[in-house]
């Protein structure tokens, strides 16, 4: 049984610089959340998939135990930088908890919209959609450049699709994302919008000597996000558009 949900925001940032050239395309992975279980019996668990690694530890944000990504076991040629950041929502006896991640891997750009559904403090199986914006800083302020439109999944409590976007917007850039999730109650949609924070994306087949001035603290303006649209049964689901990945990973 979990403890009270934490209605609270963070963001978090890491950096991982461990080669000092990369080749164009080497090592190239698309970034994939871990199917493998995780709770307090798998804590400290280490699982690799498709370029990133992941440990399974306890998150105060939500309090429970999930996967985040870490530096663990990672060596040469690996190179991965990410930042994300939280929101939670809290209806009633439901909770849902929303994580936006943007991350930078040899093969370009991942953004991830990450939902986490939860009934009366217990993990909870339902109808879960996500969707992220990308955005790039362009010296003055954020500017959208890519979205996934509304997908949906109902596979576990947890539904954390990533995609992955190459070299996105152009090199040599800020990247960030916002991540909109909700769960079906049943009745309703219950979801929050998180944003991931920033990084530093640099061109695909080197390191940047030195990178700019960072964006200014804040995010841009945006609407609120709309829910989806009616119950589960008869949800009407955006096709990606603008600067959309080739492919989606589940």
């Not at 040629?77 to 809290?90: K, L, N, Q, V």
Request: charged residues 15%.
């Amino acid at each position: 049984m979990r403890g009270p949900f934490r209605s609270w925001r963070h963001v978090l940032t890491a950096f991982l610089l461990v080669a000092a050239t990369l080749a164009i395309g080497q090592g190239a992975a698309y970034a994939d959340y871990p199917g493998n279980r995780c709770d307090e019996a798998a804590q400290d668990d280490i699982v690799t998939v498709s370029g990133e690694t992941w440990e399974c530890a306890y998150d105060g944000d939500i309090d429970d135990y999930i996967w985040k990504p870490t530096f663990e076991e990672l060596g040469p040629p690996d190179y991965w930088i990410f930042s994300y950041g939280w929101a939670t929502s809290t209806t009633g006896g439901y909770e849902h908890g929303t994580r936006s991640r943007v991350e930078f891997l040899p093969d370009g750009v991942h953004t991830g919209a990450d939902g986490f559904s939860y009934r009366d403090g217990s993990r909870w199986r339902t109808t879960q959609v996500s969707e992220s914006l990308l955005y790039y800083w362009d010296g003055g302020t954020w500017v959208q450049c890519g979205g996934t439109g509304q997908v949906s999944g109902s596979s576990s409590f947890t539904f954390a699709p990533t995609w992955g976007w190459g070299g996105a917007c152009g090199e040599d850039r800020y990247y960030a994302t916002t991540a909109w999730s909700w769960q079906w109650t049943g009745s309703a949609w219950n979801g929050s919008s998180a944003w991931s924070g920033f990084l530093w994306a640099p061109c695909r087949g080197c390191l940047a000597a030195t990178d700019p001035p960072p964006p200014p603290t804040g995010r841009p303006s945006a609407n609120p996000p709309a829910p989806p649209i009616g119950p589960p049964g008869r949800l009407k689901l955006r096709l990606p558009t603008g600067t959309t990945p080739k492919s989606v990973r589940m």
